[in-house]
């Protein structure tokens, strides 16, 4: 899979495990146009997507303060992201629809599968910004 661009994306995660984090960069960054950023909390990642361009969000579905849900409710509210996936180790049908309303790019399970994190946030950039995947 690539990314025809001309320019990195901006990807921030949010999650309250930090190795979970580093697997997700370690999945990611060889092998689509991303500078990653990282933070613990939802609450984190809503004050950094105020103070920076953020072009797609990583939310972990249970963080301590702020789901992952509650943080993707106040991003759209604040216009400060376009599209949010949720990783969670719980899909269950109720979060899906909540997801969905708050116009979710995807759910993925936890433990994630390469392919289908890499498939799904190149997607999400493909749909978001109208770039060519090949």
Known sequence: MVIETSHTFQL?????????????????????????????????A???AQHFRIDIVLLDMYM???????ALRVLKDLN????????????????????????????????VRRQELCTTVAGALRDAYNETIL
């Open 12 to 44: 921030l995660i949010a999650d309250d495990n930090r190795s979970f984090r580093e697997t997700l960069r370690e999945l990611l960054e060889p092998r689509l146009p991303l500078a990653i950023h990282e933070v613990e909390s939802g609450e984190e």
């Open 46 to 48: 809503v004050e950094y």
């Open 64 to 70: 301590h303060e702020m789901t992952g849900l509650e």
């Open 80 to 111: 400060a992201v376009r599209p949010c996936i949720l990783i969670t180790s719980e899909a269950t049908e109720e979060l899906r629809r909540n997801a969905q309303q708050l116009n979710a790019y995807d759910v993925l399970n936890k433990p």
